[in-house]
C-alpha cells in the first residue's frame, strides 16, 4: 500500500500554478502519484479555491483542464457533515485549515504536505513541505 499524502491548497496551487521556487519538489512528488508510488489525498475544497486563484492568471478553460488532470492523479476526500462538525467544534484558529486537517485525518492520511505548518501546530499526524517530504526518501 502506498503512503497516503494530504494535499494543502498552496501545495496544489504551487503546482498548478508552476509558482517558483515551489514548483520543483511537489512536481516530482506529483509524478510519484501518477506512478501510484504515492497516493495524492486532496480536499474539494482545494480544487475551488485552485480554481479561483488559476483564473486570475490563466483563462478559466485552462484552469479547468489542469484541474482535470490533476484529478487523475489524485484521490478526493469526502468533505461531509462530521468533518464540518469537527471543524466548527475544533481549536484551529483558521477554518479552512481545521476542515483540511480533519478531513486528512478521515481518509487515513499518513502526512499533510503545506507550506503553512504552523496552521497545524495541533495535528496529531506529520506535516513536511514538498522539500522535506523528498529529503525524508
Known sequence: MSKRLFIDTNVMLDFLGERKPFYESIAKI???GEKEKLTLVVSPISFATVNYFISKFENS???RE???KFKIIS???SLNEQTIE????SSFK???????YFSATESDCEIILTRNGKDFKKSLIPIMTPDEFLKSL
Not at 483558521?94 to 483540511?100: C, N
Open 30 to 32: 506529483a509524478t510519484l
Open 61 to 63: 478553460k485552462t484552469a
Open 66 to 68: 489542469k484541474l482535470r
Open 75 to 77: 484521490e478526493i476526500c
Open 86 to 89: 469537527k471543524g466548527l467544534n
Open 94 to 100: 483558521d477554518f479552512e485549515d481545521a476542515l483540511q
